[in-house]
């Protein structure tokens, strides 16, 4: 009876001890690797074979270490995704950031008024689309056309925001998400205008109106010379006529604003075939109800504000001119 009671004592022991040391194990950190690992799991894979691929990558020690985790956690369902590992960790916390979800992607803010070369210069950084890649999908204006039958691009309809990219998210995948957000936002406004026009004047206003308030006001300016038949002599069309052309040299020419571009709205009243950037919600708002006044120019103020002088007149516009050159040279 003492014989037993000792090997009883003793198997308690060891299980005890087994029990600490399996634990230590599954909550021992560990990193058999050197560079960064990517790790993809498809909907539908076992554990059994999430835990071979985690340690054939190094990222675990052995399998049955996340085996056990698993008979630890039965009621735990792991998430189809791609994982990225760069430091040591434990299986415990392995096991928590695929139940969780916790896979890798790549983020990217698009800023109100970017255009469609400047947001394939952006997404070009991420490493996973190539600039070209981008462009040559946001030139297909096929995702709008129910939206706008005669937009020439995607221009105008890739929503400024914040994107989640995976790695093997492709340019026309990323076209279609900005595109989704636009007609998400579009469809909060209730609108009933038509789209190419506010779009189009709304791209105009987010480029030459850098402050929020201004935006009505603006969009009043560019409303008034459309309906006198004004041209509209907007700087921001010149610049896009010649990124379209590969030509633009980082500052507005002679030549630009001579361009015979059907975009360069110096040469051709009314608005330009199509979105010159990618507008804001506010901007948007702006085109759709800009507000009532006299006003047919604007010109920058040399305080650094980035507000403008508003005129009614050419008299009163040429002295607001003059006003700003005269503090600029000073």
Not at 77 to 93: I, N, R
Not at 237 to 265: C, Q
Request: with cysteine.
């Amino acid at each position: 009876m003492r014989l037993l009671l000792k090997l009883v004592a003793f198997l308690v022991i060891c299980a005890i001890v087994g029990a600490i040391w399996v634990e230590s194990r599954l909550n021992a950190r560990y990193a058999g690797f050197s560079q960064p690992v990517f790790i993809e799991f498809a909907r539908g894979t076992s554990t059994k074979a999430m835990a071979s691929e985690l340690a054939s990558k190094g990222v675990i020690e052995q399998p049955w270490l996340f085996l056990a985790v698993r008979a630890l956690r039965r009621g735990s369902s792991l998430q189809a995704g791609e994982y990225k590992f760069d430091k040591p960790a434990s299986p415990m916390e392995i096991f928590s950031r695929i139940a969780r979800g916790d896979i890798f992607y790549l983020e990217v803010l698009v800023p109100e008024g970017f255009n469609m070369f400047d947001i394939a210069a952006l997404v070009g950084k991420l490493g996973t689309i190539k600039p070209e890649a981008f462009l040559a999908a946001a030139k297909v204006p096929g995702a709008v056309r129910d939206l706008d039958p005669n937009a020439p691009s995607l221009e105008g309809y890739l929503f400024p925001s914040k994107y989640r990219l995976l790695r093997r998210t492709t340019a026309p995948q990323l076209c279609q998400m900005m595109t989704a957000e636009f007609r998400k936002r579009w469809e909060g406004l209730h609108a009933t205008a038509n789209v190419h026009a506010t779009v189009t004047l709304a791209s105009m206003i987010e480029r030459e109106a850098r402050l929020p308030a201004e935006r009505p006001i603006v969009g009043s300016v560019f409303t008034n010379r459309l309906r006198i038949g004004m041209k509209l002599d907007c700087d921001p069309t010149t610049v896009y006529a010649a990124l379209l052309d590969n030509r633009y040299r980082g500052t507005i020419y002679r030549s630009d604003l001579a361009s015979e571009s059907p975009w360069n709205t110096y040469r051709h009243a009314g608005l330009p075939p199509g979105p010159i950037a990618n507008p804001g919600l506010s901007s948007i708002q702006a085109a759709l109800a800009p507000t009532q006044t006299p006003y047919l120019y604007f010109v920058a103020r040399a305080d650094g504000s980035g507000g403008h002088t508003f005129s009614e007149s050419l008299v009163k516009h040429e002295a607001a001119v003059a006003q700003y050159q005269n503090a600029v040279r000073h």
